[in-house]
Every structure is written in structure tokens, then in C-alpha cells.
């Protein structure tokens, strides 16, 4: 898709592209990004990708933390309420007339709210505060910590492996999520990045921009205005794992083997 994206108009007709790039040419991404609905989606994607992601980890790592206590009261049955959610679902209708019964159609939080919590990323959240050593809880309360003052002062600073994995996890979910904006907005001022490749993959357009010459005589197709928008929606979430790495395996190593 690299290659082709930035290969030239005959090249690409031809099918002469194969690894390397044949008559070099950026006129694609500039079209991509003389397109004003992408910059608009690219915006809103950023929105829902940073704000779902804080608002999913903390919502989960507090539910995590509390449901790790083997002291809290009817915890078996909350744990058998939310693990049965990992095979049963309310359903695409009865979620979307939860979220229009809370006016949340054609708002942001339609993007964040529904998908906030993954009961998967729950458990494995669990699973890791389960193992954090009782010296450290104990150690909050000679000093006067309640229980809030050691999950934000004490907990949370030890668990940025953990932290990192799951919001690796909920950072590229809600980057890739398409399926959402489908069902609960209309206003395209509001539509994320996929929503804009899906409807450029599936008509083979992109407004104005699909079909005409930019910057000379160079026609742009629709195949390689379709790459390039793809590699542009792809390369920003790629470029965040490897600031992440280092805890993600062990994250997800720790997270997984004490289940």
C-alpha cells in the first residue's frame, strides 16, 4: 500500500508496483490532506481515542482494584454478573435504545460511553492487583491513606505496566472503531477517521478530491488515494507501541499467567 500510494498514475494502471514506489510522486497525500473531512475526522478520532481511552482505564482499573479485594462484600457475585457478560450480550438493538434513552445519539459520548468498560481487560486487571503485595495497602494506612488515597497514591503508580497494556488495548479499539459511529451518529461533523476510509473504500471516492489533478498534470486514482488515506489512518496508533513496548509483554504476561 506504501508503494503504491507513492507511485505515479501510469505505474499503478499498469500494475508495475509491486515493493518499491515507480514514478515518485506525493500528490496523493496531498490530495488526502487538502481534503477537509479528514482533517475534521482526523480531529475527532483524536478526541475519542484520548478521552475514551482515560475514561475507560480509569473506570476499569477502579473496578479491577475493587473486585481484587477478597474481603469485599458479595464479590463472587459481581465477578459471576460481569464474567457473563464475556458470553452473553444485551444485544445491537436493546445497547442502541439504552444510548438514545440517555440522549447520547449524535454526541461524542456516543463514541466513548457504550464501549467503555472490557470485561476482558477488567479480569486481566483484577488478575494483577490480586498479586500486588498487602505490605504496600498496609503501609498506606500507618500513614493515614483510605482506601481511594491508596488506589490513586500507591496502586496506580505501580501498575504502569499494566496501565500501558490495557490502554494499548482501549487506545487502538476505539481508534479502529467504525462500527459505533455507524450506529449512533449522523452528523458527519462528527465522524471519526474510519468511518471516512470505509466510505472511501466501499464508493472508490473521496469528494472533490477523488478524481481530479493536483499540483499538475498528474491524475490521481482512486486506488492510490485509498492507500494513502488507509497509511495515513494506520501509521499514528503504529507509532505509539513502541513507546509502549517495554511494558505491554510484561503487562500482558503478568495479566494473563496469575488467571
Known amino acids: 500500500m506504501i508503494a503504491v500510494s507513492l507511485s505515479g498514475t501510469v505505474p499503478v494502471l499498469k500494475g508495475q508496483v509491486f515493493f518499491w514506489p515507480k514514478a515518485f510522486t506525493l500528490n496523493t497525500y496531498k490530495a488526502v490532506f487538502d481534503n477537509p473531512e479528514i482533517g475534521r475526522a482526523y480531529l475527532n478520532t ?3 481515542t484520548v478521552l475514551g481511552t482515560a475514561i475507560s482505564l480509569l473506570i476499569t482499573a ?3 482494584y475493587a473486585l481484587s479485594k477478597r474481603e469485599m462484600m458479595f464479590r463472587r457475585g459481581f465477578m459471576v454478573i460481569v464474567t457473563i457478560t464475556l458470553f452473553f450480550s444485551g444485544g445491537m438493538i436493546p ?3 439504552v444510548v438514545r434513552s440517555y440522549h447520547l445519539i449524535d454526541t461524542i459520548w456516543a463514541m466513548i460511553l457504550p464501549g467503555a468498560i472490557s470485561t476482558w481487560n477488567l479480569i486481566v486487571m483484577r488478575t494483577f492487583f490480586s498479586g500486588m503485595p498487602q505490605e504496600v495497602e498496609e503501609s498506606g ?3 493515614g491513606l483510605n482506601d481511594i488515597g491508596i488506589f490513586f497514591r500507591l496502586v496506580l503508580p505501580l501498575s504502569k505496566a499494566i496501565i500501558a497494556t490495557v490502554g494499548l488495548f482501549y487506545g487502538v479499539a476505539i481508534w479502529n472503531n467504525f462500527f459505533s459511529a455507524l450506529l449512533y451518529l449522523r452528523d458527519a461533523d462528527l ?5 471516512i476510509v470505509r466510505n ?4 472508490g471516492a473521496s469528494g472533490a478530491n477523488g478524481a481530479g489533478n493536483v499540483g499538475g498534470d498528474s491524475m490521481i486514482i482512486d486506488e492510490s488515494l485509498k492507500y494513502a488515506t488507509i497509511i495515513v489512518t494506520t501509521v499514528p496508533i503504529l507509532l505509539v507501541y513502541p513507546f509502549l513496548q517495554k511494558y ?3 503487562g ?3 495479566g494473563s499467567v496469575k488467571g
Request: aromatic residues 14%; proline residues 4%.
Open 252 to 254: 500482558a504476561l503478568i
Open 191 to 195: 465522524f471519526p477517521l474510519q468511518i
Open 141 to 143: 494506612k500507618i500513614d
Open 200 to 203: 472511501m473504500v466501499l464508493q
Open 46 to 48: 483524536i478526541v475519542y
Open 248 to 250: 505491554f509483554a510484561k
Open 95 to 97: 445497547t442502541f435504545l
Open 62 to 64: 477502579a473496578g479491577a
